[in-house]
């Protein structure tokens, strides 16, 4: 026995989307979440958060990371093109702080309205 196929053609497939993200935010949140798809970016950006003052200096990241001031460097040049951090230079060193807009932007970006 088969039922009669009745289909409200008003009722089917109401577009659900309401405010899709532009080309330049979803290139941003890209570069965002590409940034945290590495484990050491992402030990890097919480050692940062954890530390006194928000802030560490490159040169207090590279042993609880284990790797060179070079590599650590290149870790964090990424996360400063992602705008997950900022750089500020003092003398010789540079510091680094979260940017938590970034973090919330990417976030948001992703979470149901």
């Known amino acids: 026995m088969s039922l009669p ?8 497939c109401v577009p659900r989307v309401t ?6 935010q979803t ?8 940034a945290l798809g590495d484990p050491t970016r992402v030990a ?6 954890r530390s006194e003052g928000g802030e560490a200096c490159i040169c207090d990241l590279t042993d609880p990371v284990g790797l060179s001031q070079a590599t650590v460097s290149h870790h964090m040049r990424l996360l400063a093109e992602a705008g997950l951090v900022t ?3 003092r003398g010789r060193w540079a510091y ?12 948001d970006a992703l979470r149901p309205s």
């Open 5 to 12: 196929a009745t289909i409200d053609e008003s009722a089917c």
């Open 19 to 24: 405010s899709p993200l532009t080309a330049q």
């Open 27 to 34: 290139e941003q949140v890209a570069r965002v979440f590409k």
């Open 44 to 49: 890097l950006l919480s050692l940062i958060a």
């Open 87 to 89: 750089r500020e230079q």
């Open 96 to 107: 680094f702080a979260v940017n938590g807009n970034a973090l919330a932007a990417a976030a």
